[in-house]
C-alpha cells in the first residue's frame, strides 16, 4: 500500500494567525493520511514549533545551488535545519512566472534530495497542450528531466504532483477519469526505469481540489493524494480533505 499525502501549498498567502489555526486542527489529523503543509518561508519556522508533530513541514521552492552569491534563494540544507520535509520544485506558477525550465526544475529536484528532502515534482500540460493532444508529450519529457539529471532511481525518494495548469485556480478540476489517465502513465514512465520505485511512488493530484471533489479523485487507484491551493488556506476544508483521503 502507498501512503496517501494530503499537502497544503499556501502559495504567496497565510500569516501567522493561519499557522496558529491550521496547527490547532491539525492535532486530530496526526494519524490516518500523511498531512503536510507548505507555508511560504518566512512562516516555516513557526510552523515548525506549532504543528503537531505527525504533521509534515515542506518548502514551495528550493535552490538548485548548495550554498553561496545566490541573493533571495533559500538552499535544502537551510529548509531541513527549519524542520522541513519537503520541498515544491517546478510548480506551475514558477515554471511561468518565473521561466523555470525543465532542466533548472530538475536542478532543483536533485538538489532537494542532496539535502536529505523529499521534492514534490510538479508536472502538467497547459490547456492548449491538453487541446492538442500533448499531454502525455509534455508529462514525459518534464520527468525525462528528472531523469536525465537523477537517474533511473529519481523517484525512489520522491513524490509527483499532477497539476493540469487549465485546473489551477480556476475551480475547473480534472474529471477522476483525466486524473487517473495521467497519473497511470506517469507511474508507467517511472516503472520504464525502476518497477520498485514506481510501485511505492505516490503521485498526487493539484488543480481545484476541495472538500466536495477529493473524494472521487482520491478513488481513483492511482491517485494517493492532493497538492491542495486555495481549499489548504481554510483549516476546515484542508482537513476534511485530509479525512477524505484517510478514508479512501
Ligand atoms: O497549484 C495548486 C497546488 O500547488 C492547486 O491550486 P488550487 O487548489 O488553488 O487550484
Redesign the pocket.
Known sequence: MRRKII?G?W?MNGDGELVRRIAERAADAASGAELAVCPPFPLLAAAATQLPSGVRLGAQDVSEYEAGAYTGEVSGAMLREAGCRYA?VG???RRTLYSEDNARVAGKYVAAQRAGLTPIL?IGESLAERDAERTEAVVAEQLGAVFEAAGDRAFAEGVV?Y?PVW?????R?ATPEQAQAVHAFVRQRVAERDTDSAEALPILY?????ADNAAELLAQPDVDGG??????LDPEAFLAIHRAATEA
Open positions: 499537502a501549498n502559495k515544491i510548480h506551475s506558477e510538479c504532483a497539476e485546473a489551477i485556480g480556476t475551480g478540476t493539484g488543480g481545484s481540489m476541495k497538492l491542495i491551493g486555495g481549499a489548504s
